[in-house]
């Protein structure tokens, strides 16, 4: 069965940062692009950044890119986003969820979320 | 960027009741669209890839159709576990993109 696990949220002031990850199980981390996907309260599902299966290569949301850093250890079967320069508008909960073999794939597994807020 | 719409925006129905929701993208998807059922706390799950298949395990109540830029999705019959907000995504192209949601309330 497949887990991914988020951790590292929490509360943090306007220009702080914060780095979240994704622990991964029940599946062979190494051969799967993964992605970040994240909900500000209320709202819809906004795509964040998604990471290929080596590590090689990564993209980014507008809104993110430059600030964000999509990073991942396959020794460890963890995902990373390191999170800087964090704005009001970046509260949401932040999901991280399994890709294709290929980064233009269905999400498939589903972290269960973890909640970021930027407030003074 | 590929922008997608969904219609409408919310609707409730009656248990059995089928439900259609559509899926609308500004640019030509081919087939690579998804259906996400989120639950109030709870993650997405994938519900349909490639615009018509159905993800193992999922019930076969639940389906999707179509293909370049206008696509479905249908509840067959409606059942009060089904009540969640749905989404479409594709994955066509970068930035990909998802729809805002339908939320599904039972009458």
């Known amino acids: 069965e497949v887990q991914l696990v988020e951790s590292g949220g929490g509360v943090v002031q306007p220009g702080g940062s914060l780095r979240l990850s994704c622990a991964a199980a029940?599946?062979?981390?190494?051969?799967?692009?993964m992605t970040w996907v994240r909900q500000a309260p209320g709202k819809g599902l906004e795509w964040v950044s998604v990471?290929?299966?080596?590590?090689?290569?990564?993209y980014y949301a507008d809104s993110v890119k430059g600030r964000f850093t999509i990073s991942r250890d396959n020794s460890k079967n963890t995902l990373y986003l390191q999170m800087n320069s964090l704005r009001v508008d970046d509260t949401a909960t932040y999901f991280c969820?399994?890709?294709?073999?290929?980064?233009?794939?269905?999400?498939?597994?589903w972290g269960q979320g973890i909640l970021v807020t930027v407030s003074s | 960027d590929n922008q997608m719409t969904q219609s409408p925006s919310s609707l409730s129905a009656s248990v059995g009741d089928r439900v259609t929701i559509t899926c609308q993208a500004s640019?030509?998807?081919?087939?690579?669209l998804s259906w996400y059922q989120q639950k109030p706390g709870k993650a997405p799950k994938l519900l349909i890839y490639?615009?018509?298949n159905l993800e193992t395990g999922v019930p076969s109540r639940f389906s999707g159709s179509g293909s370049g830029t206008h696509f479905t999705f249908t509840i067959s019959s409606l059942q009060p576990e089904d009540i969640a907000t749905y989404y479409c995504?594709?994955?066509?192209?970068?930035?990909?993109?998802f729809g805002p949601g339908t939320k599904v309330d039972i009458k």
């Open positions: 969820a399994k890709d294709g073999a290929v980064i233009a794939a269905p999400f498939d597994s």
């Open positions: 029940g599946f062979t981390f190494s051969n799967y692009a």
């Open positions: 995504q594709q994955y066509d192209d970068l930035p990909f993109t």
């Open positions: 990471i290929t299966s080596s590590g090689a290569s990564s």
């Open positions: 640019q030509d998807i081919s087939k690579y």
């Open positions: 490639d615009a018509s």
